[in-house]
């Protein structure tokens, strides 16, 4: 089991900046990646960015160059450092751990923070 608490989202103007936590617990021991995704109105959730537990990261090429994926193995976080941000970044931001091993893996997800990007 694992629980991810993310914090951070709010109201900013185009070309400002925000930056996302996600703070796991549990069995986070057995976590192969983390991630963000978000999930626009009316869009299906997609992937903005991931990290692996070797620290390799991955992003979606509309937030490549201003988008940061990172994360901070003492205090269990993963943080989304959002740069230049444009109103097609308005969305709601989820957290997500891909965990286990072989059959046993799984997602979890966090429950949501909502990121606006409007003047």
């Known amino acids: 089991q694992v629980q991810l608490v993310e914090s951070g989202g709010g109201l900013v103007q185009p070309g400002g900046s925000l930056r996302l936590s996600c703070a796991a617990s549990g069995s986070i021991f057995l976590t192969n990646a983390m991630g963000w995704y978000r999930q626009a109105p009316g869009k299906e959730r997609e992937l903005v960015a991931t990290i692996t537990s070797g620290g390799r990261t991955n992003y979606a090429d509309s937030v490549k160059g201003r988008f940061t994926i990172s994360r901070d193995n003492a205090k269990n976080t993963v943080y989304l450092q959002m740069n230049s941000l444009k109103p097609d970044d308005t969305a709601v931001y989820y957290c997500?751990?891909?965990w286990g091993p072989g059959l046993l893996r799984r997602d979890y997800w966090g429950q949501g923070t909502q990121v606006t990007v409007s003047s």
């Open positions: 997500n751990a891909d």
